[in-house]
């Protein structure tokens, strides 16, 4: 799977888009984006995927550049509860291969009233 | 609310223990992962089965075991416990074992070793 680089943090204003960036140059054409995000020592939660057509879904909305060599995860209006680490992660959907996330650092968002 | 339920939700114990962690997972799913999350390493995957056999296998300590039952619940095994080996311990569960799927969190048990 192609490594994925994020910015370590972001700040972003309650009732604002948070706009999450995510690199992924190395990504081949049978890879997709997947996003999941890990609020405060509880499980992560997947939030959305995408092969190169823009997603959206009713958590957020997914952008990936036509060169698909980055993206972008979008919170429409983020609350002080979107405060999270979120994980950009590069997943080939091969039948064959297999099934585990392998996370990065990933950017921990915090949103401020 | 995944679905996915972890017991215990906290565990203390001492280094040379063994400990076992339960997982059940969703309803329908036949794949259950271990992951464990400590502060130096973040998320690290452990191990995956699927309907009872155990499918991949990622940075397992030998002292670490798992095994998945007929009724799907999966049980993780530490033993020899060590400082280090204090983190989080997540499950997760999909429907099958292929990597399109989305996987399904549960709350973690978290160990600390003393």
């Known amino acids: 799977d192609a490594k994925t680089t994020q910015p370590t943090s972001m700040d972003c204003a309650e009732g604002r888009a948070a706009n999450l960036p995510c690199n992924h140059s190395?990504?081949?054409?049978?890879?997709?984006v997947y996003w999941y995000r890990q609020i405060h020592s509880q499980g992560p939660q997947y939030i959305i995927h995408?092969?190169?057509n823009n997603e959206t879904n009713e958590m957020a909305s997914l952008i990936i550049t036509e060169d698909r060599k980055s993206s972008t995860l979008i919170l429409p209006h983020a609350t002080l509860r979107d405060t999270a680490v979120y994980y950009c992660?590069?997943?080939?959907?091969?039948?064959?291969?297999?099934?585990?996330?392998?996370f990065g650092k990933g950017t921990k968002l915090s949103v401020k009233p | 609310d995944s679905g996915v339920t972890q017991t215990p939700k906290h565990l203390i114990t001492a280094t040379g223990q063994r400990v076992t962690l339960r997982c059940s997972p969703r309803?329908?799913?036949?794949?259950v992962y271990w992951y464990q999350q400590s502060l130096d390493q973040g998320l690290q995957f452990l191990i995956q089965?699927?309907?009872?056999?155990?499918?991949a296998k990622g940075n397992i300590l030998e002292r670490f075991s798992a095994q998945q039952f007929p009724d799907l619940h999966s049980e993780l095994n530490l033993s020899s416990l060590e400082l280090g080996d204090s983190a989080l311990y997540f499950c997760?569960?999909?429907?099958?074992?292929?990597?399109?799927?989305?996987?399904?969190f549960g709350p973690g048990t978290r160990l600390t070793v003393l």
């Open positions: 190395t990504i081949s054409g049978n890879e997709y």
């Open positions: 995408g092969l190169k």
């Open positions: 997760a569960s999909s429907p099958t074992w292929a990597s399109y799927n989305e996987q399904f």
């Open positions: 089965y699927y309907n009872g056999e155990e499918r």
């Open positions: 992660i590069v997943r080939a959907l091969r039948g064959g291969s297999q099934g585990n996330l392998i």
């Open positions: 309803s329908g799913d036949l794949s």
